[in-house]
């Protein structure tokens, strides 16, 4: 075993606390005051996101106020799209805003892979800057969406409820959709492999929306790409950790713990504890999974659920995070009292 002394990391080479290394998804965020002034700054979302300097301040801004031990790089899972060619827009209040893929030829026009790093490279830069800037002991965490679930906003054009759109591509242009599937794929692996090479300790693979996916179809859409791209990772990179989270898969979530090119399954916070402990945290370290309204809500039921999942995982692996991402209208004081109630 490699002893480590970044406490997140080691749990996922096999090691055991009894506190869980912590970190929270959306951690760099609008809950932060700090993060809306370094916004501003930057002049938008996009713009943040591509100055190495200002996405490595606020990837580092929740650190200075919580004792976590991950720092995620500061960008977003539709910077691939971007970088394929598609034009990309964040209004306020509304989300993201894509060029659409609608057919065949438009996933021809897409860039080629190499094209990519003319548009991802302030990213890398920023991946540069926070391994620089960041405490020995905390893990750097790199990440990129899913094909699926990049798939989706392509074809969408923006966030949905039930991607009928991307449904209906791929039930009446499978090729066309699975010629998709493979160029996300191939650029995502390029992507990680730049994010590696620039420090990132470990990579997550964000399936937000593998759970729209009919069970028939979540194998083949959603584990079977996310497993190429780890696999094709660590032939080139053996010691990169990779957390997957493949979100509202309910039972399916056991196909993911077995995969060997997973280190660890991320879990949200439909899964009944027990059931995700004996049918998951079985076969793989489990990070999660506060459903974060608690950290809006707080009080005693927060405090109840922390020491529930913290009991619950403390006899395997365990990362504690949250189900989903921080909201806007989390409360700092309940951050602040969650990494307290998991110290005590
Ligand atoms: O702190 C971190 O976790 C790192 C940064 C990060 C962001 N997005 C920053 C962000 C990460 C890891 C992501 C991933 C991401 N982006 C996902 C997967 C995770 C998930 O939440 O399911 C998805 C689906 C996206 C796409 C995306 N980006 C949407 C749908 C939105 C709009 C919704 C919203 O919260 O406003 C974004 C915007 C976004 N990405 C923000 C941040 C901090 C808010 C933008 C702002 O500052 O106005």
Known sequence: MIKNNKKLLAVLNGEK????????????????????????????????????????????????RFDLDGAILFADILLIPNALGLKLEFREGEGPILETVNDHSDVLKLLKTNAIHDTLSPVYD?????????????????????????STYMIEGRGSKDHQKTKMFLARNPESFNTLISKITDATVDYLSKQIEAGADVIK????????????????????PMKEIAERLKEIFPYVQIIVFPRGVGPHYTKFSQIKAFDCVALDSNLPLIWAKDNVQNNIVVQGNLDPSFLVSGGEMMIEEILNIKKMFSN??????????ITPSADI???????????K
């Open 17 to 64: 606390f009894k506190v869980p290394p912590v970190w929270l998804m959306r951690q760099a965020g609008r809950y932060l005051p700090e993060y809306k002034n370094t916004r501003v700054l930057a002049g938008g979302f996009l713009d943040l996101c591509y100055n190495p300097k200002l996405a490595a301040e606020v990837t580092l801004q929740p650190l200075n």
């Open 316 to 325: 395997g692996g365990h990362i504690f995070n949250l189900g989903h991402g």
């Open 205 to 224: 693979l964000f399936d937000s929306w593998a759970g729209s996916l009919p069970g028939s179809l979540v194998e083949k859409y959603s584990l079977k």
């Open 333 to 343: 004081k309940n951050v602040e009292s969650l990494i307290a109630t998991l110290h």
């Open 126 to 150: 920023a991946v540069s800057l926070i391994k620089s800037k960041l405490n020995k002991n905390i893990t750097l965490i790199g990440f990129a969406g899913s094909p699926w679930t990049v």
